[in-house]
Protein backbone atom coordinates (compact mmCIF):
# COMPACT_ATOMS: atom_id res chain seq x y z
CA UNK A 1 0.00 0.00 0.00
CA UNK A 2 1.21 3.27 -0.77
CA UNK A 3 1.32 6.11 1.75
CA UNK A 4 -1.26 8.77 2.08
CA UNK A 5 0.98 11.69 1.17
CA UNK A 6 1.87 10.09 -2.29
CA UNK A 7 -2.38 9.58 -2.76
CA UNK A 8 -2.34 12.91 -1.96
CA UNK A 9 0.11 14.50 -4.65
CA UNK A 10 -1.14 11.93 -7.13
CA UNK A 11 -4.89 13.06 -6.61
CA UNK A 12 -3.46 16.53 -7.34
CA UNK A 13 -1.67 15.63 -10.49
CA UNK A 14 -4.36 13.71 -11.25
CA UNK A 15 -6.96 16.92 -11.06
CA UNK A 16 -5.08 18.53 -13.09
CA UNK A 17 -4.73 16.30 -15.73
CA UNK A 18 -8.44 15.69 -16.25
CA UNK A 19 -9.12 19.55 -15.60
CA UNK A 20 -6.46 19.97 -18.64
CA UNK A 21 -7.87 16.60 -20.79
CA UNK A 22 -11.40 18.55 -20.38
CA UNK A 23 -10.52 21.37 -22.54
CA UNK A 24 -8.48 19.77 -25.22
CA UNK A 25 -8.44 16.04 -25.42
CA UNK A 26 -12.76 15.83 -24.82
CA UNK A 27 -14.10 17.51 -27.99
CA UNK A 28 -18.01 17.27 -26.31
CA UNK A 29 -19.46 20.77 -25.66
CA UNK A 30 -21.29 19.83 -23.07
CA UNK A 31 -17.77 20.18 -20.98
CA UNK A 32 -17.14 23.61 -21.46
CA UNK A 33 -19.03 23.85 -18.28
CA UNK A 34 -17.63 21.80 -16.32
CA UNK A 35 -14.97 22.79 -13.44
CA UNK A 36 -12.80 20.35 -11.88
CA UNK A 37 -13.00 21.57 -7.73
CA UNK A 38 -10.99 18.30 -6.63
CA UNK A 39 -10.14 14.94 -6.46
CA UNK A 40 -9.03 11.86 -4.59
CA UNK A 41 -7.63 8.60 -4.59
CA UNK A 42 -7.68 5.72 -2.25
CA UNK A 43 -4.29 5.00 -0.66
CA UNK A 44 -4.14 1.61 -3.11
CA UNK A 45 -3.86 4.27 -6.01
CA UNK A 46 -6.62 1.89 -7.83
CA UNK A 47 -9.35 4.39 -7.91
CA UNK A 48 -9.85 8.51 -8.15
CA UNK A 49 -12.66 10.37 -7.25
CA UNK A 50 -13.21 13.41 -8.93
CA UNK A 51 -15.76 16.37 -7.98
CA UNK A 52 -16.63 18.69 -10.66
CA UNK A 53 -19.46 21.46 -10.64
CA UNK A 54 -21.27 22.91 -13.33
CA UNK A 55 -22.32 26.44 -14.06
CA UNK A 56 -25.92 26.06 -15.21
CA UNK A 57 -29.26 24.83 -14.81
CA UNK A 58 -30.23 21.17 -13.90
CA UNK A 59 -30.66 20.57 -17.65
CA UNK A 60 -27.09 21.75 -18.03
CA UNK A 61 -25.99 19.30 -15.00
CA UNK A 62 -27.34 16.27 -16.40
CA UNK A 63 -26.00 16.98 -20.22
CA UNK A 64 -22.67 17.68 -18.06
CA UNK A 65 -22.63 14.21 -16.27
CA UNK A 66 -23.78 12.01 -19.50
CA UNK A 67 -20.51 13.72 -21.24
CA UNK A 68 -18.22 13.09 -18.50
CA UNK A 69 -19.63 9.07 -18.81
CA UNK A 70 -19.28 9.26 -22.55
CA UNK A 71 -15.77 10.47 -21.68
CA UNK A 72 -14.61 8.53 -18.91
CA UNK A 73 -12.35 6.04 -20.75
CA UNK A 74 -10.74 8.99 -23.13
CA UNK A 75 -10.07 10.86 -19.72
CA UNK A 76 -8.45 7.81 -18.49
CA UNK A 77 -5.76 7.23 -21.10
CA UNK A 78 -5.21 10.97 -20.79
CA UNK A 79 -4.42 10.51 -16.61
CA UNK A 80 -2.54 7.18 -17.68
CA UNK A 81 0.12 9.22 -20.04
CA UNK A 82 0.81 11.75 -17.73
CA UNK A 83 1.02 10.29 -14.69
CA UNK A 84 3.86 7.67 -13.54
CA UNK A 85 2.04 5.06 -11.91
CA UNK A 86 2.15 1.20 -12.55
CA UNK A 87 -1.62 1.01 -13.05
CA UNK A 88 -4.33 3.62 -14.40
CA UNK A 89 -6.33 4.17 -11.63
CA UNK A 90 -10.33 4.15 -12.68
CA UNK A 91 -11.99 7.24 -12.88
CA UNK A 92 -15.28 8.43 -10.88
CA UNK A 93 -17.39 11.61 -11.08
CA UNK A 94 -19.36 12.94 -8.43
CA UNK A 95 -21.26 16.38 -8.78
CA UNK A 96 -19.66 18.34 -5.93
CA UNK A 97 -22.26 19.69 -3.75
CA UNK A 98 -20.32 22.51 -1.41
CA UNK A 99 -21.58 25.75 -4.01
CA UNK A 100 -25.33 24.43 -2.72
CA UNK A 101 -24.56 23.85 0.70
CA UNK A 102 -22.45 27.16 0.59
CA UNK A 103 -25.82 28.70 -0.82
CA UNK A 104 -27.82 27.62 1.77
CA UNK A 105 -26.07 28.38 4.60
CA UNK A 106 -25.04 32.03 3.35
CA UNK A 107 -29.39 32.33 3.00
CA UNK A 108 -29.46 31.25 6.48
CA UNK A 109 -26.97 33.80 7.89
CA UNK A 110 -28.94 36.72 6.22
CA UNK A 111 -31.73 35.53 7.90
CA UNK A 112 -30.47 35.43 11.19
CA UNK A 113 -28.50 38.96 10.19
CA UNK A 114 -31.46 40.20 9.61
CA UNK A 115 -33.55 38.61 12.82
CA UNK A 116 -30.82 40.75 15.23
CA UNK A 117 -31.34 43.99 13.54
CA UNK A 118 -35.28 43.36 13.87
CA UNK A 119 -34.27 42.24 17.77
CA UNK A 120 -31.78 45.39 18.23
CA UNK A 121 -34.02 47.88 16.48
CA UNK A 122 -37.19 46.88 19.04
CA UNK A 123 -34.03 47.16 22.05
CA UNK A 124 -33.27 50.57 21.04
CA UNK A 125 -35.82 52.29 22.72
CA UNK A 126 -36.49 49.82 25.49
CA UNK A 127 -36.25 50.59 29.36
CA UNK A 128 -36.43 48.57 32.66
CA UNK A 129 -39.99 47.15 34.12
CA UNK A 130 -39.08 47.30 37.10
CA UNK A 131 -35.75 48.87 38.68
CA UNK A 132 -32.14 48.96 36.79
CA UNK A 133 -31.37 46.68 39.95
CA UNK A 134 -34.02 43.93 40.40
CA UNK A 135 -32.30 42.48 43.64
CA UNK A 136 -33.63 43.30 47.23
CA UNK A 137 -30.78 44.45 49.08
CA UNK A 138 -30.91 45.58 53.09
CA UNK A 139 -30.40 49.55 53.41
CA UNK A 140 -27.01 49.04 55.59
CA UNK A 141 -25.58 46.87 52.42
CA UNK A 142 -26.71 50.04 50.43
CA UNK A 143 -25.06 52.58 52.36
CA UNK A 144 -21.89 50.77 52.61
CA UNK A 145 -21.08 50.07 49.40
Known amino acids: MA??????????RIKVVVAQALGKA???PRVEAI???????TNDL????IYY?????????ADAAAALEKSRGVLRKEVGRNVTVRL????EFVPDEIPVNASNLEALLRSAKEKD???????EGATFAGDEDPYKRDEEEDEQA
Open 3 to 12: DSARAARLAQ
Open 35 to 41: TVTDARV
Open 26 to 28: VKD
Open 53 to 61: TVFGDAEAK
Open 117 to 123: AAVAALA
Open 88 to 91: TPTL
Open 46 to 49: QHAT
